[in-house]
C-alpha cells in the first residue's frame, strides 16, 4: 500500500525540525516503558501464582470428592472401593472431618479433628509434612494415635511419646441431653500423639488433629460408612482432568475437584489482583501513547507541503488521512515491540539471575527474589492492546490530517 511505504518513510527518515525527533523518540521510549512495565508485572503474578501451585498443602489429594448436600456423604466406604477400579485411581480412602475440643493437662483448644484410614498416608505426603515424631494411626500395642499440627501442638503444649492421653469432646448429634448432668451432652475419646506436622499454611497449621477413622465416626456419632470427603491419589502419568471426568461420571451426586480447584478462591484472588494491575497499567499506557499524538500533530504541519503534493498528483484527503493513520500504528507498535523484548530480556535476566530481593527477613521468607513466569497468552494480550492504542492514537491523527 502506498500509504503503507509513505508512513514507513516519514517513521525512519530525520525530519526537518531537530525538535520534532526529539519528541518522535520519547514518544516511541514512553510507549515502550509502559509496555515493558506491563509485561514484567504480568510475568510476576504469573511467578507468585505458579509458586503457589507449587507449595498447595502437603494434606491435599490429587482429587478430593465432596457432597454435594450436606455435611456429609453416606456409602463413602463402598464408593471408596469403587473408584479403586478405575484404571486412573492409584487409591481412594474416606475422610470424615469436624469440630472438636482438644484437651491435654490444663490447656484446651477448639480444633478440626480428621478421621482417615490406613492407606492415608499413600494418598496425601503427610509424612513429609512430619517434624516430630512418626505419623501412624495405630501405636504397636493398639491404642489409637494422633497426628497434631504445629499450632495445635504448640497451644495443647504435647508432643509425640508423652505418654499422656489426649483427650477429644464434641457435642452428641443424636439423643436427648439431660441438664443435670451436662457431660453426657458430649462424647469423648482419646488418643496418643504420635506425631507432629507443619504444612506452612497458616489455618491448617493452626488446629488440625488427624486421627484414626473408628475415632472420628465414634466421637462425631457417625454409625455408617459416612464420610465428609474421599481423597483419591492418581496413577503416575495420569491426567487430573480427564480423571476428573471419570470420578465425576461414578459419582454423579458429588463435587469432584483436582488439586488447583480446591484453593480456587486463592488463584482467583492472584488472578483478580493481576488483571486489575493490567488494566491500571493499560490506562497508564494509554496517556503515554497520547504522547504520540502531538508528535503527529507537529509532522502534520511539517508535512504540509508534502500534503500539498500528494493532493495535486491526484491523492485524495482519505489517503493523506490514512498516512497518518499508519503512521500513529507503526509508532505505537514500534515502541510496543521495544517494550516487549525488553521485558522479555528482563524477566530472563530476574528468573536466572534473581536480582530483585524480596525485603524480609530471610530466615524467614521461603524464596529470596521475585519470581517470574512469562506465559505467551499474556504476551498476546499485551500485543493487542499495543496494537488497539495505536489504532486509536492513529485514527486521532488522522482525523486531525484531514483538517
Not at 500528494?310 to 490514512?322: C, D, F, H, V
Request: a neutral charge.
Amino acid at each position: 500500500m502506498l500509504s503503507l511505504r509513505i508512513a514507513l518513510r516519514y517513521l525512519f527518515s530525520r525530519k526537518s525540525h531537530n525538535s520534532v525527533n526529539i519528541i518522535s523518540i520519547i514518544s516511541i521510549a514512553g510507549v515502550a516503558v509502559a509496555t515493558m512495565a506491563i509485561v514484567c508485572v504480568l510475568s510476576v503474578f504469573n511467578g507468585f501464582s505458579g509458586l503457589a501451585a507449587g507449595r498447595l498443602s502437603a494434606i491435599s489429594p490429587d482429587i478430593r470428592i465432596l457432597p454435594a448436600k450436606g455435611k456429609v456423604m453416606t456409602g463413602a466406604d463402598s464408593l471408596a472401593s469403587r473408584l479403586d477400579t478405575l484404571g486412573c485411581v492409584s487409591l481412594a480412602v474416606p475422610t470424615l472431618s469436624e469440630q472438636a475440643l482438644a484437651i491435654f493437662r490444663n490447656a484446651q483448644l477448639p480444633v478440626r479433628v480428621t478421621g482417615v484410614t490406613d492407606g492415608y498416608s499413600k494418598v496425601v505426603s503427610i509424612d513429609s509434612a512430619v517434624i516430630d515424631g512418626s505419623f501412624m494411626l495405630h501405636e504397636p500395642y493398639g491404642y489409637p494415635t494422633a497426628a497434631v499440627s504445629i499450632g495445635a501442638a504448640m497451644s495443647l503444649a504435647t508432643r509425640p511419646n508423652a505418654y499422656e492421653p489426649l483427650a477429644l469432646y464434641a457435642p452428641k448429634r443424636v439423643g436427648r441431653i439431660n441438664p443435670a448432668a451436662p457431660m453426657s451432652a458430649f462424647s469423648a475419646d482419646s488418643v496418643l500423639v504420635s506425631a507432629v506436622w507443619q504444612t506452612e499454611e497458616a489455618d491448617i497449621d493452626a488446629a488440625s488433629i488427624i486421627v484414626p477413622m473408628e475415632i472420628a465416626r465414634n466421637l462425631f456419632d457417625y454409625t455408617g460408612s459416612e464420610a465428609s470427603s474421599i481423597e483419591v491419589a492418581l496413577t503416575p502419568g495420569a491426567d487430573p482432568v480427564a480423571a476428573k471426568k471419570q470420578i465425576a461420571a461414578l459419582a454423579p451426586d458429588t463435587i469432584v475437584l483436582t488439586r488447583p480447584e480446591q484453593y480456587d478462591s486463592s488463584f482467583k484472588m492472584i488472578s483478580v489482583e493481576k488483571w486489575i494491575t493490567f488494566l491500571m497499567l493499560a490506562f497508564i499506557l494509554l496517556i503515554a501513547a497520547f504522547n504520540v499524538v502531538s508528535t503527529l500533530s507537529m509532522m502534520i504541519i511539517e508535512k504540509r507541503n508534502d500534503m500539498r503534493t500528494l493532493m495535486k498528483l491526484g491523492a485524495r484527503r482519505s489517503m493523506i488521512g490514512r498516512i497518518f493513520l499508519w503512521e500513529g500504528w507503526l509508532i505505537s507498535v514500534t515502541g510496543g515491540a521495544a517494550g516487549i523484548i525488553i521485558g522479555l530480556a528482563l524477566c530472563a535476566a530476574q528468573q536466572y539471575g534473581g536480582f530483585i530481593k524480596l525485603n524480609g527477613d530471610p530466615t524467614q521468607l521461603t524464596i529470596s527474589s521475585y519470581p517470574v513466569v512469562v506465559q505467551a497468552s499474556d504476551i498476546l494480550v499485551v500485543a493487542a492492546l499495543v496494537m488497539a492504542v495505536g489504532l486509536i492514537v492513529g485514527s486521532i491523527a488522522s482525523a486531525l490530517s484531514r483538517r
